[in-house]
């Protein structure tokens, strides 16, 4: 009898996870960690040195991101991912600087942040899980959160507008704006991979069911049930206006990429104008290292 050869399973985005944190504390059909396996398989197919590769979030489920993946990263305070982010990528611009954060972290609290770094076209990628609700805090209304929702500070149905987010940091000055949901997995890491390989403020929205406190309250099934609903209504419509793809309760879901143009980063603006005062005295110096 010919011996066996022992079958050890390799999953390839283990690599770039803190597998002794595993299993994560996210809720039964959650998207978070659907989308964290696309952002891993982005590293892979962009071939991305993890040696200069920072992750930076704040508060809120998609918070706990930084503490799982296996690269240099920050858990900043809550709304404050962009300025730590800011700050990494100017004092060492090799650095690939992401944040991964939720929409209540970077559109409310940390708006602003999120605005300037957008006009400044500071070149750091920021993916935004949209759970369209606060869900570490009880499943208060969010800046997200379509009309007539039920969520806990809403009981009768939500009535706040709503921000369409692609519109938004388009008008700020992203050069990169996308949209996908957790069940396009496959366009999601593409999309990733393509943001790492743009210069400038670049934003995917990622919609992520929240089963919990979401889908629950309004009746919507499980994690399931969602993805199902979003395979039925999303629409890919790559060039969309971004004015024409905001959020409702249960209308069409436009996905895609939206916005893909060029112009001069924060960093390249600043060294444009210190050479335009200084003239020949200027001296570019290199920047520190991290390692």
Not at 112 to 134: E, F, G, S, T
Not at 193 to 210: D, T, Y
Request: charged fraction near 20%; charge should be neutral.
């Amino acid at each position: 009898m010919s011996d066996l050869t022992e079958l050890t399973a390799h999953n390839p985005v283990e690599q770039f996870l803190r597998m002794d944190r595993i299993p994560h504390i996210w809720c039964p059909g959650c998207g978070i960690g659907t989308s964290v396996n696309s952002f891993a398989h982005a590293l892979i197919d962009a071939k991305i040195d993890t040696k200069n590769l920072a992750i930076v979030s704040g508060i809120g489920c998609t918070g706990r991101v930084a503490g799982y993946v296996n690269q240099d990263s920050f858990h900043t305070t809550h709304g404050r991912a962009i300025p730590f982010a800011t700050g990494l990528k100017l004092a060492n611009p090799k650095l690939n600087v992401v944040v991964y954060s939720g929409d209540g972290d970077l559109f409310a609290i940390g708006g602003n942040h999120l605005i300037h770094a957008a006009r400044r076209n500071v070149d750091i990628k920021v993916v935004c899980i949209n759970n369209l609700i606060y869900a570490m805090t009880g499943g208060q209304t969010a800046p997200t959160t379509p009309g007539d929702v039920v969520t806990s500070t809403n009981p009768y149905g939500t009535y706040d507008p709503s921000f369409n987010l692609p519109y938004l940091v388009e008008a700020a000055g992203a050069v990169y704006v996308a949209r996908w949901t957790a069940f396009h997995v496959r366009q999601l890491a593409r999309s990733m991979q393509e943001m790492f390989a743009k210069k400038g403020f670049s934003f995917i929205e990622v919609l992520s069911p929240c089963p919990t406190l979401y889908q629950r309250r309004n009746k919507m099934g499980d994690g399931l049930d969602t993805m199902k609903f979003y395979k039925e209504v999303s629409k890919v419509r790559n060039g969309a206006l971004t004015k024409d793809v905001a959020l409702t309760k249960s209308g069409e879901i436009t996905v895609g990429k939206f916005v893909d143009r060029e112009r001069s980063d924060y960093r390249d603006l600043m060294h444009d104008q210190l050479f335009e005062s200084l003239g020949d005295d200027y001296v570019e110096t290199e920047a520190c290292s991290c390692q």
